[in-house]
């Protein structure tokens, strides 16, 4: 899978918007952003000295890895907004948290929200995959957000997976 | 090219958490033991070099999503590694430890879990675990191997085709099922 860094370790100007502070220049800039920092403020804590990768993934790769994992075809008339890997890693002990964004718009609500209606029947995990990944999504507007993760035996990455649909439809950032 | 033999060995030395595939995913988790795996041959100056990696060597399945069984190759048995198959590839996100060596069949070595977060599944295949683990596992096999194409693609491509690397399974019996609690 091809892929290009964002950043490594760009972690400050993200905790800004979890401490709530409250000014425009501080929030976050994207959906992945908001997720990204949702992510981090649950599972770093955990973590002695965690070593941050972002990973931006193109919209090809993006599709090539989860095509086949998903009961839905999430990808037909979507535009991949933004598609992003997170990972925290520790180096000794060797612990891992993982979370993978995708942001996509499709043409009306109706359509985003037939998806999210596939993705819950579906059951909440991926299917043909030796690793157990389990995924989380909400819907509003015309917009789906997926977010899923290959470290479900971390209790920090299930308690973000279990809370992230509600903090994303708080936010009112899907919707807008 | 030189002669590599891996030997996967019938000792337990740790254990991982690992799920039912592939139809398990509301069984929960279990606890699969690992296992020693030998890799060995010389080195480019003659000399015998050896190195050992934490594997998956059984796994559990489930077809149904209602029971899961224990399975893998548990009788004593050589194979010569058959092919590099550069597009298997694991994991749903980002990672550079792709590809796989055809064992025989579906049964085949590559990646496994970094850490204790992942829960990897097997059916049989060997699963290198650790992070990095798959990558350093390869470079150890071009290591001994001394393949002479230039990239490590072309390196890996190398030793599949030479055919010059063997796996043996040492005999044991199945570990029981454990549900990790």
């Not at chain 1, 993934?57 to 086949?68: K, Y």
């Not at chain 2, 139809?23 to 015998?48: C, H, I, N, R, W």
Request: glycine share 8%; with cysteine.
């Amino acid at each position: 899978m091809r892929m290009s860094a964002v950043s490594r370790g760009a972690v400050s100007g993200l905790i800004l918007v979890l401490a709530g502070c409250a000014s425009a220049a501080e929030q976050p800039a994207s959906i992945a952003d908001f997720v990204k920092a949702r992510f981090l403020a649950r599972v770093t804590a955990d973590f002695r000295l965690p070593r941050i990768d972002d990973v931006a993934v193109g919209a090809d790769d993006v599709r090539r890895a989860l095509n086949r994992r998903l009961e839905p075809d999430v990808f037909a008339n979507a535009h991949v907004v933004e598609s992003r890997g997170i990972t925290v890693v520790q180096d000794a002990p060797a612990r891992k948290a993982h979370a993978a964004i995708l942001v996509l718009r499709y043409p009306d609500a109706a359509t985003a929200q037939r998806m999210q209606t596939a993705l819950e029947k579906q059951g909440g995990f991926f299917k043909s995959t030796e690793i157990l990944t389990r995924y989380a999504s909400f819907a509003a507007k015309g917009t789906l957000v997926l977010v899923y993760s290959e470290t479900v035996a971390n209790p920090s990455v299930q308690s973000f997976l279990n809370s992230i649909p509600a903090e994303l439809r708080d936010s009112a950032l899907v919707a807008k | 090219m030189r002669k590599v033999k891996l030997v996967v060995g019938d000792r337990k030395i740790g254990e991982y958490p690992t799920w039912a595939y592939p139809k398990g995913e509301k069984l929960g988790v279990y606890l699969m033991p690992t296992y020693e795996l030998t890799a060995s041959g010389t080195d480019s100056q003659g000399s015998a070099v050896a190195r050992t990696f934490e594997v998956f060597r059984f796994g559990i399945q489930s077809t149904d999503g209602k029971s899961a069984r224990v399975v893998g190759l548990a009788a004593d048995q050589t194979h010569t590694i058959k092919a590099w198959l550069p597009h298997y590839i694991v994991h749903s996100a980002t990672s550079t430890e792709n590809g796989a060596w055809q064992v025989y069949d579906n049964f085949l070595i590559h990646d496994g879990p970094d850490t204790k977060d992942e829960v990897f599944a097997s059916i049989g295949c060997v699963e290198i675990v650790g992070p990095n683990g798959f990558n350093e596992f390869n470079d150890f096999l071009i290591q001994l191997s001394g393949p002479a194409a230039s990239s490590r693609a072309g390196r890996l491509a190398e030793i599949g085709k030479a055919k010059n690397m063997t796996i043996t399974y040492i005999g044991t019996s199945r570990p029981s099922l454990k549900k990790s609690t």
